[in-house]
């Protein structure tokens, strides 16, 4: 049985975007190209409303290459529980008000039990600190915090 992983909006937003000329950028891109190429089909992929949300804003060309990228990924609901959760990591301050997708992204993961949170959201998402707090939280409540890291990460076998 394969791994369940859930896919973020960052992670099909650098395999769609045009080449940048940020050398870090162009990492992520490089880096996100190579493990859809290599590593995408060793993992059972999911994905929720708020992915297709993201990825259905800005310019039409690109977030309709977004979009096909993502189609054929199950959805994972938004439950009552997801909502009660996410509430729960704004409330203690570990991912702010402003940047509430983030904390559904991870309330729906980690109440479906995925093991893997794909993201290049190194700010609310795959941050150390925050998973540290995180992994409080959600423990707290009755949940295990799925491995929360980059492509990178997960770019080679083990």
Same mark, same amino acid.
């Given at each position: 049985?394969?791994?369940?992983?859930?896919?973020?909006?960052?992670?099909?937003?650098?395999?769609? &975007?045009?080449?940048?000329?940020?050398?870090?950028?162009?990492?992520?891109?490089?880096?996100?190209?190579?493990?859809?190429?290599?590593?995408?089909?060793?993992?059972?992929?999911?994905?929720?409303?708020?992915?297709?949300? $993201? &990825? =259905?804003?800005?310019?039409?060309?690109? =977030?309709?290459?977004?979009?096909?990228?993502?189609?054929?990924?199950?959805?994972?609901?938004?439950?009552?529980?997801?909502?009660?959760?996410?509430?729960?990591?704004?409330?203690?301050?570990?991912?702010? $008000?402003?940047?509430?997708?983030?904390?559904?992204?991870?309330?729906?993961?980690?109440?479906?039990?995925?093991?893997?949170?794909? =993201?290049?959201?190194?700010?609310?998402?795959?941050? &150390?600190?925050?998973?540290?707090?995180?992994?409080?939280?959600?423990?707290?409540?009755?949940?295990?915090?799925?491995?929360?890291?980059?492509?990178?990460?997960?770019?080679?076998?083990?």
């Amino acid at each position: 049985m394969k791994p369940t992983l859930y896919l973020e909006t960052t992670i099909p937003s650098y395999l769609k &975007a045009k080449q940048s000329r940020d050398i870090i950028q162009t990492a992520r891109q490089q880096i996100t190209s190579a493990w859809w190429d290599n590593r995408l089909n060793d993992f059972e992929i999911f994905i929720s409303q708020i992915v297709i949300d $993201e &990825a =259905s804003e800005g310019d039409t060309v690109a =977030s309709r290459k977004r979009l096909e990228a993502i189609e054929t990924f199950p959805l994972l609901e938004i439950t009552e529980e997801v909502v009660d959760l996410a509430e729960k990591i704004i409330i203690e301050k570990i991912i702010p $008000e402003k940047a509430v997708r983030d904390a559904l992204h991870i309330a729906v993961a980690t109440s479906n039990e995925i093991s893997f949170l794909l =993201s290049w959201n190194c700010k609310h998402i795959a941050n &150390a600190g925050i998973i540290k707090r995180l992994r409080k939280t959600v423990t707290d409540e009755g949940f295990e915090l799925p491995v929360i890291c980059t492509p990178e990460e997960l770019l080679e076998r083990s």
